[in-house]
């Protein structure tokens, strides 16, 4: 990992692992085991849905963004570990119906496994963790962060007792309390109730505990507003709108990374007409490229910025495209790097012109498919200037590189088909692919991603409130282009995800 800021990880016997920081979440899988996988990526899920609802997650995301408050964003991470690892050891083996987790945080199932017996089924025991983390998270830390600002907290606030680990440990070695709360609770306000146990036994040592899910909001909100004076292009939000909660799920969406190669690779920009013609660009799709001994040639679109964040240019490679700003269409090549590793080259067609040139050099060599990514929607400059260029010249792949609620207007023009892709032991656990095809609108669309990825991702099409059908349609005329698509961008991505929007888009 490139970043500064320390994380949350979550790692198996297996060698699959996952790491969260404040935004975002790695998954680093194996794909031999399924099972695996979903406790992994479930573990990492918990910590973004904890952050989303509880002051010190809001503090820890404001402490990510400001400038010289990595020391305090370690303070605050190190104070909160046990509570975040028990809440997303606890709640994801509980999602992903695993029978146990592994390592580390065993003990720490264990704990939580006997904290909750009183609590009679699954279901109670799960929400009383829930309950349990939020009383812990739940502290003043945002309104001492703004009688601090513009200054970083000191050392020595919060007081102990406002601090989620030292909160959890006192909770959890209370005789009784866990008694107490599963005999007062009603089903009606279940979870409620039991946090109100929780933070009545908090007060009675001297802690401040806040109100519930919303008693954060106010202060983070203005303290967002306080960092987005001062970081440029901060994308920190609280959202307090009808519907919050539906929304979780898109949210946790956009914050996982899977990895198909263990980090960023190495990458080179080329454009053709001015470094290579297109008879060289022919020549190295023919060496390079075959399914089944018949040359294929992908054709992609992306945002200069996703180009920068998926690949490690060298200085020349990014200068060309740091300041740019609409997408960017090529062909992408794995060659050497010339100093005798591998690189992802990308040959840049800068015009029109240039891919009917390419189009025709192909002519009757093998297959041809675009694949452009769904970030380069909000460009309608380009949209007129190439897809009638591309719908032309082959069959085109729109790559579900966006949260799933942006294509709202792309979906709902008629019936939505979809087909699940059963990829196999695919690099890195993606295991699955999505597509969708609607009516009266040219393209397929896809998506890859591990097994649960490609759940969540499929079950928000379905709440746009689109007439999603997963079965009744023949996909056989549709099966090569995407088989094509599927194979260059495992074969070429260093990772999948959705945050076209966030990382595509300069700040």
């Known amino acids: 990992m490139a970043d500064h800021l320390a994380a949350l990880f979550a790692t198996t016997e297996g060698g699959g692992r996952g790491a969260y ?16 996988d979903r406790l992994i990526h479930h573990h990492e899920a918990q910590h973004v849905i904890l952050n989303s609802a509880s002051a010190w997650g809001a503090a820890l995301h404001a402490a990510a963004a400001m400038p010289g408050w990595q020391p305090l964003f370690g303070r605050l991470l190190d104070r909160c570990r046990t509570t975040h690892e028990s809440f997303a050891t606890y709640l994801g083996r509980d999602a992903a119906e695993a029978e146990t987790v592994f390592g580390e945080y065993a003990p720490l199932l264990h704990a939580l496994n006997e904290f909750v017996e009183p609590f009679e089924g699954s279901q109670r025991r799960a929400l009383a963790v829930t309950a349990l983390a939020q009383a812990c998270m739940q502290t003043p830390i945002l309104d001492q962060m703004l009688a601090a600002w513009p200054e970083s907290l000191s050392l020595g606030v919060p007081l102990r007792i406002d601090q989620p680990d030292e909160r959890f440990a006192l909770l959890c070695r209370s005789p009784g309390l866990a008694a107490t709360a599963a005999a007062d609770a009603s089903w009606a306000l279940w979870e409620d109730t039991v946090f109100q146990h929780f933070a009545e036994e908090l007060r009675r040592a001297g802690a401040t505990v806040l109100d519930g899910n919303d008693g954060h909001l106010a202060a983070a909100a203005e303290l967002f507003a306080r960092v987005a004076g001062v970081v440029p292009g901060s994308r920190l939000a609280v959202d307090a709108t009808p519907g919050a909660d539906r929304r979780l799920i898109g949210m946790v969406l956009n914050h996982a990374r899977l990895w198909l190669h263990g980090r960023r690779r190495p990458g080179r920009f080329i454009t053709v007409g001015a470094d ?4 060289e660009v022919v020549r190295v799709a023919e060496a390079t490229s075959q399914i089944g001994g018949r040359p294929s040639l992908v054709i992609s679109a992306r945002l200069p910025g996703r180009l920068l964040a998926g690949y490690d240019y060298p200085d020349d490679g990014a200068a060309a495209l740091e300041d740019r700003r609409e997408p960017v269409v090529g062909v992408r090549s794995p060659a050497g790097d010339g100093d005798g590793g591998d690189a992802v080259w990308w040959a840049e067609l800068p015009t029109t012109a240039e891919a009917e040139a390419l189009v025709t050099a192909w002519d009757g060599r093998g297959d041809l498919t675009f694949c452009v990514a769904a970030s380069c929607l909000p460009h309608p400059a380009w949209r007129s200037a190439w897809l009638p260029v591309m719908r ?48 009266g609108v040219a393209g397929t669309w896809v998506a890859v991603a591990d097994e649960l990825g490609i759940q969540l991702i499929t079950q928000q099409v379905d709440e746009l409130g689109a007439d999603l059908r997963m079965t009744g349609r023949d996909w056989s005329a549709d099966l090569p282009a995407l088989q094509l698509v599927l194979i260059e961008l495992l074969h070429a991505e260093s990772y999948l995800d959705l945050r076209g929007r966030i990382d595509g888009t300069p700040a």
Do not use: C, M, Q
């Open 21 to 36: 920081v404040p935004g975002r979440y790695d998954l680093w899988l194996h794909g031999a085991d399924a099972s695996t």
């Open 392 to 439: 032309s010249a082959g069959p085109l792949v729109w790559l579900i590189d966006v949260g799933v609620s942006a294509l709202a207007g792309e979906f709902g023009r008629g019936p939505v088909h979809g087909v699940y892709l059963d990829l196999g032991r695919a690099p890195a656990g993606a295991r699955k692919g999505v597509a969708f095809k609607v009516d």
């Open 276 to 279: 290579v013609d297109p008879a």
